[in-house]
């Protein structure tokens, strides 16, 4: 059974910087595909970046492609996703999410594509 905690979330201004971790267990991380999505107020909870399981492919929604940065570390079971330029906009929940036995190279992007999640942290950004 994978758990999955997610930090970093908090307060900040717009234009501001944050760094989220999830921190895994109880599974093998390297082997999991790995994603990040955000659920605002009244909204779906929908993707925001996604990495493959080596970290050698990443993908990213187009409304925050060239400010956040989704990574990985294998050696220490975390995932990040390193937030910049952040909007009031980009308030929400972010959870991070991990596929089991992903395909080799394929990125995930669909809610649906995943099996485990954690319980998500808060982010707010005032403008």
């Known amino acids: 059974q994978v758990q999955l905690v997610e930090s970093g979330g908090g307060l900040v201004q717009a234009g501001g910087s944050l760094r989220l971790s999830c921190a895994s267990s109880?599974?093998?991380?390297?082997?999991?595909?790995m994603g990040w999505f955000r659920q605002g107020p009244g909204s779906d909870r929908d993707f925001v970046a996604a990495i493959n399981f080596g970290g050698s492919s990443t993908n990213y929604a187009e409304s925050v492609k060239g400010r956040f940065t989704i990574s990985r570390d294998n050696a220490k079971n975390t995932l990040y996703l390193q937030m910049n330029d952040l909007k009031s906009e980009d308030t929400a929940i972010y959870y991070c999410?991990?596929?089991?036995?992903?395909?080799?190279?394929?990125?995930?992007?669909?809610?649906?594509?995943?099996?485990?999640w954690g319980q998500g942290t808060q982010v707010t950004v005032s403008s």
């Open positions: 109880g599974g093998t991380f390297s082997s999991n595909a």
């Open positions: 999410a991990a596929r089991y036995h992903p395909w080799a190279g394929v990125v995930y992007t669909a809610r649906g594509e995943y099996d485990y």
